[in-house]
């Protein structure tokens, strides 16, 4: 039996981190591992996965994903052997490895592994250091900002290849630019923004859990570290209006490059604005698959991959409607949304909000990704078109630029400095051809 396509996050070390991040929801899942002893994915564990993710998918290459916790925290001798046993069982596929890490323990020893062995880097950061030091500190209560910039060059020195995954929460939602051109200048070819958005129970849950589930039935409220979603919405439009008049080509930044492959007629590369989902799961340390890297909780528990094939978990009923009920249970106010086509509900996580008609299921993002994807939908429409003529769509910096010099020579008296640049006055150089394209 083979694996549809899926991925996996691999949680090699489980929910241990040498950091205490304050809005961090996965810190308190080891509550769910009473017995654990030992933290680190067992070499039976690690070697059952590597090689079933390896040889249950009908694909020629294979993408592994690790990520934690803290992988860091296993030390380079233990992703030597990841490489070992990957190695042992590529049977001529190609693996490609990336790693998400905090990057406070980077040091050389790592760049050279990282570099040898071409592993993609993902660097938590969330903008300069006053933002990123709100809520990402150690667990004496102290700042990381400036380990974490210590283990980009690091990177960097090792010409590693790495992006950055910035998590958009209260702290930092107001600074959009701020972040943004902060990301630019360490480098960031590639940016992530994710939204914090969590709720509290007002006590703890029978498994211990404060963080909840969509599902919790129970009272509970938005945390304080929690983005709002018109300020999720105004920090994507801030960044976007300058990426798209500035940077297109040159940086990276996923939900925009998502958001192009939607406006083209293809369904996104990412889970949260797909149709359905159920494509990406997680594995802990210990073996246990669970739905969703956000849904480790023991009701979306799939079983073990030492007790049942990694492929007939993922490929169980059970999973294949988990996936479906992203779609399934998008209440009719989705259904009748000009922007369902980009958004499709989003994350199954973020829907314990209700529609103006009281139904259930609304993403509490909703009103932000409304306003950033009706913003940003002339630009998407011309960068569409021009890959259709196949053409760049880089052309929209031109087409937008060219769009203000008419607006300001439509407003220019003849004496003004010409709108074009040129320091000459507005009659003496483009006036003439203006007046006779307006004609």
């Not at 910035?166 to 943004?180: A, E, F, M, R, W």
């Not at 003849?414 to 006055?425: I, L, M, Q, V, Y």
Request: with cysteine.
């Amino acid at each position: 039996m083979g694996l549809p396509p899926i991925h996996v996050l691999a949680k090699p070390v489980g929910p241990i981190c040498n950091l205490d991040c304050k809005y961090c929801f996965y810190l308190e899942k080891e509550v769910l591992f009473p017995n654990t002893s030992k933290w680190e994915m067992s070499p039976e564990v690690l070697e059952g996965f590597i090689r079933q993710y390896i040889e249950q998918q009908n694909t020629d290459e294979i993408y592994f994903a690790w990520q934690g916790g803290e992988p860091t925290l296993l030390g380079v001798a233990y992703f030597e052997q990841i490489i070992a046993l990957e190695n042992k069982y590529a049977n001529g596929k190609r693996i490609h490895n990336a790693f998400q890490t905090n990057g406070v323990l980077l040091d050389d020893r790592w760049g050279n592994f990282l570099a040898k062995n071409k592993f993609l880097v993902g660097i938590s950061i969330d903008g300069p250091e006053e933002l990123h030091d709100t809520y990402r500190v150690d667990k004496g209560g102290q700042p990381t900002f400036r380990r974490v910039i210590r283990g980009i060059e690091i990177l960097r020195n090792n010409r590693v290849e790495f992006n950055t995954l910035t998590t958009v929460h209260h702290g930092n939602s107001s600074h959009p630019l701020q972040v943004y051109r902060f990301l630019k200048g360490i480098g960031s070819g590639v940016m992530q923004f994710i939204p914090i958005v969590e709720r509290m129970a007002q006590q703890s849950t029978t498994n211990g859990l404060i963080l909840i589930a969509p599902s919790f039935g129970d009272n509970a409220r938005v945390t304080s570290w929690s983005v709002k979603p018109v300020d999720y919405g105004n920090f994507l439009c801030a960044i976007f209006d300058e990426w798209v008049r500035s940077d297109v080509g040159l940086q990276f930044v996923q939900i925009f490059e998502e958001s192009l492959q939607m406006w083209s007629g293809m369904p996104s590369n990412i889970c949260i604005f797909k149709k359905t989902c159920g494509s990406a799961l997680a594995i802990e340390h210990t073996g246990d698959l669970y739905s969703c890297d956000h849904f480790v909780y023991p009701e979306y528990h799939l079983g073990n991959i030492l007790e049942r094939p990694l492929a007939e978990l993922a490929g169980s009923q059970r999973q294949q409607e988990f996936g479906n009920a992203k779609f399934d249970s998008l209440p009719q106010q989705c259904m009748r949304c000009d922007v369902r086509f980009a958004c499709n509900g989003e994350c199954p996580k973020h829907r314990f909000a209700y529609t103006e008609d009281g139904e259930p299921g609304l993403n509490y993002l909703c009103a932000g990704y409304m306003k950033f994807f009706r913003h940003i939908d002339p630009y998407m429409r011309f960068m569409a078109d021009q890959l259709r003529k196949r053409q760049s769509p880089a052309n929209v910096m031109r087409w937008i630029e060219n769009a203000r010099i008419r607006s300001e020579m439509s407003k220019a008296g003849r004496n003004d400095p010409c709108p074009c640049g040129s320091g000459r006055k507005f009659k003496q150089c483009c006036a003439v051809r203006y007046l006779a394209q307006s004609k």
